[in-house]
T-cell receptor
Framework: ETGVTQTPRHLVMGMTNKKSLKCEQHLGHNAMYWYKQSAKKPLELMFVYNFKEQTENNSVPSRFSPECPNSSHLFLHLHTLQPEDSALYLC???????????FGPGTRLLVL | AQSVTQLDSQVPVFEEAPVELRCNYSSSVSVYLFWYVQYPNQGLQLLLKYLSGSTLVESINGFEAEFNKSQTSFHLRKPSVHISDTAEYFCAVATNYGGSQGNLIFGKGTKLSVKP
């Protein structure tokens, strides 16, 4: 369960704030993913990084900005968010792109 | 485009009763199927997966799922549930495992509530 860690676990921010979510995987994987989990909606894939290169941006608004400095770390930079962006943000990793994904515990984000 | 339907948003059962969580998918190409479980305040954990071979796959904690191509289903079953099985279960489909296309598509989830 500690293979993929996410910090912070909970975050409350105003619409004018700038914050960052961090994901770290200790599994030696090459691909990392950001998902958004909202109430009563399926998980939405946001971004995919494969060997530090972004391979997918699933029509995510520019107020979400991912960064992958190396294959073990993934960040999601947040700025000028909206209340509807409140959700659980999940990070996942896989050995190779599109192989079995292992998830972190998520960051519960509340935008006021 | 692929889609996943989990018909039941909530399934309440009593402890030691059998349970089936339904999952249907739509796809015009071959699929790979997954069940993930999310315990309260935790991330998703892979429960079991079907990639190829035997259509019946099992997890280490007594769950099993059967891939039925003709019915486009991948229902999850357990003959006798425990209180600790209380969680939300997500079915997911991918169309190209290990390739460059076909991200995981998730269903909306089914909340399993096991009562004593």
């Amino acid at each position: 369960e500690t293979g993929v860690t996410q910090t912070p676990r909970h975050l409350v921010m105003g619409m004018t704030n700038k914050k960052s979510l961090k994901c770290e995987q200790h599994l030696g994987h090459n691909a990392m993913y950001w998902y958004k989990q909202s109430a009563k909606k399926p998980l939405e894939l946001m971004f995919v990084y494969n060997f530090k290169e972004q391979t997918e941006n699933n029509s995510v608004p520019s107020r979400f900005s991912p960064e992958c400095p190396n294959s073990s770390h993934l960040f999601l930079h947040l700025h000028t968010l909206q209340p509807e962006d409140s959700a659980l943000y999940l990070c996942a990793s896989s050995q190779e792109f599109q192989e079995t994904q292992y998830f972190g515990p998520g960051t519960r984000l509340l935008v006021l | 485009a692929q889609s996943v339907t989990q018909l039941d948003s909530q399934v309440p059962v009593f402890e030691e009763a059998p349970v089936e969580l339904r999952c249907n998918y739509s796809s015009s190409v071959s699929v790979y199927l997954f069940w993930y479980v999310q315990y309260p305040n935790q991330g998703l954990q892979l429960l079991l997966k079907y990639l190829s071979g035997s259509t019946l796959v099992e997890s280490i904690n007594g769950f099993e799922a059967e891939f039925n191509k003709s019915q486009t289903s991948f229902h999850l079953r357990k003959p006798s549930v425990h209180i600790s099985d209380t969680a939300e279960y997500f079915c997911a489909v991918a169309t190209n495992y290990g390739g460059s296309q076909g991200n995981l598509i998730f269903g909306k989830g089914t909340k399993l509530s096991v009562k004593p």
